[in-house]
């Protein structure tokens, strides 16, 4: 349990290993439903070729776009595509970066799967069965059959039970042909996903590196900057529904005191505490003001830092700074073994 906690924390660390943890979910996920897929060829032309492609390429195609689905990112990149330039630019080369990490790793899952599908056989079995070389492998010498029989029977190749074209060529010879061919694709394709994964993330910082840490850089900042936006809008709206709740409340009370002439209770005394969080914004058109404000002209990436000493002297206008900082107290700790 321990471990399985240890990981778990791993994953809740950031943003990157969360989605590391998910696209390595999704991966195991995929290898989980084509095994328990029934795989079932209709046997019949140019059915089969449609049914064992489909197979191949539309699942990768689902799990590529439920990678982005479930990237949580993917809303925030629309976002700073979308939003007005406003007092702060739009950067390119950071939503590339973006973009570029959730494309990478939406593909994790669909690798797999192509990676699995082709190493098993069933779908290039599938869909190329009537192209298999009877002249090579088989008896083409069948002067009673026509080009369209001839095909009719090789596309029984994958059912078993039903086929009938042993003169022609055995199915065992047919189906160990194609395999051969497919696991042969599946292993090319393992290794070009491996080397184009081994150059992407090797080979990249070391041709742009400053760009890449700037692009890393920002790409974290608009994340921790949306979500703690979240944050303070989510604590805003607490103590706004809490100040509302309260006076509700009070108005009820002061109605019962003018009615029955009781005493007033005493207000509660997180009322101020609940205020101060509003910041000043005490009303619904303010506040969709605010949103609307940081919506389309976002504060500029600048936060005046204060003046700092140089080489020869002060920034700025020359003069030191009016308050100097208190002289820093050393203080040394003695311990004795008794």
């Known amino acids: 349990m321990d471990k399985f906690r240890m990981i778990f924390q791993f994953f809740q660390s950031n943003q990157e290993s969360f989605m590391n943890g998910i696209c390595g979910i999704m991966a195991l996920a995929s290898t ?3 095994s328990a897929f029934d795989f079932n060829c209709p046997c019949l032309p140019h059915y089969n070729l449609v049914y064992g492609l489909g197979i191949l390429l539309v699942p990768p195609f689902i799990l590529f776009l439920l990678g982005f689905v479930l990237n949580n990112n ?5 976002e700073e595509w979308r939003r007005p330039q406003g007092q702060r630019g739009k950067d390119p080369a950071v939503l590339r970066y973006m973009f570029c990490s959730m494309a990478q790793r939406a593909m994790i899952a669909p690798a797999v799967w192509v990676s699995v599908t ?3 056989g069933k779908c290039i079995t599938c869909a190329f069965c009537t192209s298999v070389p009877v002249e090579t492998l088989g008896n083409a010498s069948q002067p009673h059959l026509s080009q369209r029989e ?3 029977v090789l596309a029984r190749i994958p059912c078993k039970d039903i086929y009938n074209g042993q003169q022609l060529i055995a199915n065992e010879v047919a189906v160990r042909y194609l395999r051969c061919i497919s696991q042969a694709l599946g292993w090319c394709f393992v290794l070009l996903m491996t080397t184009l994964a081994f150059l992407v993330r090797s080979l990249r910082p070391c041709f742009s ?4 840490l700037k692009s ?3 790409s974290h900042y608009i994340d921790i900057e949306r979500k703690l936006f ?3 809008c989510a604590e805003h709206a607490r ?3 809490k100040v509302c709740i309260q006076q509700f409340f009070e108005g009820m009370s002061t109605d019962l005191v003018a009615a029955h002439y009781h005493l007033p209770r005493k207000a509660p005394a997180d009322a101020g505490e609940a205020a101060e969080k509003l910041l000043g914004i005490t009303d619904q058109g303010t506040m969709n003001m605010a949103l609307k404000s940081w919506h389309r002209c976002k504060p500029p990436l600048h936060l005046h830092p204060p003046v700092l000493p140089t080489g020869n002297g002060w920034a700025g206008e020359g003069q030191p700074p009016k308050h100097p900082s208190a002289p820093q107290r050393e203080t040394a700790a003695y311990y004795s073994w008794v």
């Not at 993917?74 to 629309?78: G, P, T």
């Not at 590196?209 to 890449?212: C, D, E, L, S």
Request: charged share 20%; hydrophobic share 50%.
């Open 32 to 34: 989980q439903m084509y």
């Open 74 to 78: 993917i809303s925030m990149l629309a």
């Open 118 to 120: 082709l190493l098993d």
């Open 150 to 152: 001839i095909q009719r």
């Open 209 to 212: 590196q400053a760009a890449f």
């Open 216 to 218: 890393r850089y920002w």
């Open 230 to 232: 979240d944050e303070t």
């Open 239 to 241: 103590s706004f529904a």
